[in-house]
């Protein structure tokens, strides 16, 4: 196959150092801060192993996908590196190698988070790859790959300081199918989640699940004991069938309402502008759960469904229909902003 970077010099993967002289430290210590995921029996987890088991083997299997996973620290050094090491990998034909296992960074400059790159994967990475960024304060973790260790590498004699907390530090909750998890974005900093974090300076937590989000009794009764400053139900995509979707989508959202009566809740219908029948009965079940909720005196619940979510940009906003490009993502945190906005408005950390 022949090598197009031999003809285009920016699509060149830099692996080498340079001139740099970098020390590397783990990234699972001190200074470092990790968000949306916990290490457990060797790997990063967005939930405990006992329970994704428990849950299906669809959660079992992604849920040591890092989507939403963060490291965040301050540095004074002039460059940045990254080792990244995975005990699995999956590689998609509709999505990029930078947001299924590459790594991107932003820093943080005049209260605004600003891209700096991406640490992009070399096409015939098998288990790792190495290469070096100017500074940043955060990197985002792979959305459909299994990270397992992660070293920060930076100038030797350059600070390394802990971050900040979010201005949000407990975090918002997201709850649904693999539009959540990230599919399709080009890299991980432009799924919805994070689009949104980066505006609000809200931590979260991303328990997106391909096609294995289906408001399970186990997820269910995992998910209403966290700790959690909103939580946003979103999974319409991968309930089977609107029968399930009916049995599923009020409870779930009834008894996350019984253990925590204060939290705000944002229902989510499926970003698609055009539905066909089926797809209109099942949105019905999901604004019945909010009618319900709202007839009963709930103030703290809210809506957005379809026409919201793809206002921007309708359906050319995916890949394949369903699953959201870049634009399509800006398209779905656009719409959710303002009630983020107003949510968070109301609420002292």
Same mark, same amino acid.
């Not at 790959?145 to 590498?153: A, E, W």
């Given at each position: 196959?022949?090598?197009?970077?031999?003809?285009?010099?920016?699509?060149?993967?830099?692996?080498?150092?340079?001139?740099?002289?970098?020390?590397?430290?783990?990234?699972?210590?001190?200074?470092?801060?990790?968000?949306?995921?916990?290490?457990?029996?060797?790997?990063?987890?967005?939930?405990?192993?006992?329970?994704?088991?428990?849950?299906?083997?669809?959660?079992?299997?992604?849920?040591?996908?890092?989507?939403?996973?963060?490291?965040?620290?301050?540095?004074?050094?002039?460059?940045?590196?990254?080792?990244?090491?995975?005990?699995?990998?999956?590689?998609?034909?509709?999505?990029?190698?930078?947001?299924?296992?590459?790594?991107?960074?932003?820093? !943080?400059?005049?209260? @605004?988070?600003?891209?700096?790159?991406? +640490? &992009?994967?070399? /096409? #015939?990475?098998?288990?790792?790859?190495? $290469?070096?960024?100017?500074?940043?304060?955060?990197?985002?973790?792979?959305?459909?790959?299994?990270?397992?260790?992660?070293?920060?590498?930076?100038?030797?004699?350059?600070?390394?300081?802990?971050?900040?907390?979010?201005?949000?530090?407990?975090?918002?909750?997201?709850?649904?199918?693999?539009?959540?998890?990230?599919?399709?974005?080009?890299?991980?900093?432009?799924?919805?989640?994070?689009?949104?974090?980066?505006?609000?300076?809200?931590?979260?937590?991303?328990?997106?699940?391909?096609?294995?989000?289906?408001?399970?009794?186990?997820? !269910?009764?995992?998910? @209403?004991?966290?700790?959690?400053?909103? +939580? &946003?139900?979103? /999974? #319409?995509?991968?309930?089977?069938?609107? $029968?399930?979707?009916?049995?599923?989508?009020?409870?779930?959202?009834?008894?996350?309402?019984?253990?925590?009566?204060?939290?705000?809740?944002?229902?989510?219908?499926?970003?698609?502008?055009?539905?066909?029948?089926?797809?209109?009965?099942?949105?019905?079940?999901?604004?019945?759960?909010?009618?319900?909720?709202?007839?009963?005196?709930?103030?703290?619940?809210?809506?957005?469904?379809?026409?919201?979510?793809?206002?921007?940009?309708?359906?050319?906003?995916?890949?394949?229909?369903?699953?959201?490009?870049?634009?399509?993502?800006?398209?779905?945190?656009?719409?959710?902003?303002?009630?983020?906005?107003?949510?968070?408005?109301?609420?002292?950390?």
């Amino acid at each position: 196959m022949s090598d197009i970077a031999k003809i285009d010099k920016n699509f060149k993967v830099i692996s080498e150092k340079g001139d740099f002289n970098l020390c590397y430290y783990d990234a699972e210590q001190k200074p470092f801060r990790i968000y949306g995921v916990k290490k457990e029996n060797g790997r990063f987890r967005r939930m405990p192993e006992e329970i994704a088991r428990s849950v299906s083997e669809g959660v079992y299997m992604l849920h040591t996908n890092t989507a939403g996973g963060r490291v965040r620290f301050v540095t004074d050094s002039t460059c940045v590196a990254v080792r990244a090491e995975f005990a699995d990998m999956h590689f998609l034909s509709h999505m990029p190698r930078t947001g299924v296992v590459g790594l991107d960074m932003y820093v !943080r400059e005049r209260e @605004k988070e600003k891209y700096c790159g991406t +640490f &992009v994967p070399p /096409y #015939d990475m098998q288990d790792g790859f190495e $290469e070096k960024k100017e500074r940043l304060v955060t990197i985002n973790f792979p959305l459909y790959s299994s990270l397992s260790k992660l070293y920060i590498g930076v100038e030797m004699g350059a600070d390394v300081k802990e971050a900040p907390d979010y201005k949000y530090e407990t975090p918002v909750v997201y709850y649904g199918s693999s539009i959540t998890q990230g599919g399709c974005a080009s890299r991980p900093g432009m799924c919805y989640e994070h689009l949104l974090t980066r505006k609000f300076d809200c931590n979260h937590i991303n328990l997106g699940f391909s096609g294995s989000a289906k408001g399970e009794d186990a997820m !269910r009764d995992w998910i @209403k004991q966290l700790e959690m400053k909103v +939580f &946003v139900l979103d /999974y #319409d995509y991968n309930a089977e069938n609107c $029968e399930q979707l009916q049995a599923t989508h009020e409870r779930m959202f009834r008894e996350v309402r019984e253990v925590q009566p204060e939290v705000p809740i944002i229902i989510m219908s499926r970003p698609k502008h055009d539905l066909n029948d089926g797809e209109k009965k099942r949105l019905e079940i999901i604004r019945s759960t909010y009618k319900r909720a709202v007839d009963s005196g709930d103030k703290n619940v809210y809506l957005l469904d379809n026409e919201a979510l793809t206002a921007d940009i309708g359906d050319e906003g995916t890949v394949d229909n369903v699953h959201p490009t870049d634009s399509g993502f800006v398209s779905m945190a656009r719409a959710i902003a303002p009630v983020l906005d107003k949510i968070l408005g109301k609420i002292q950390e």
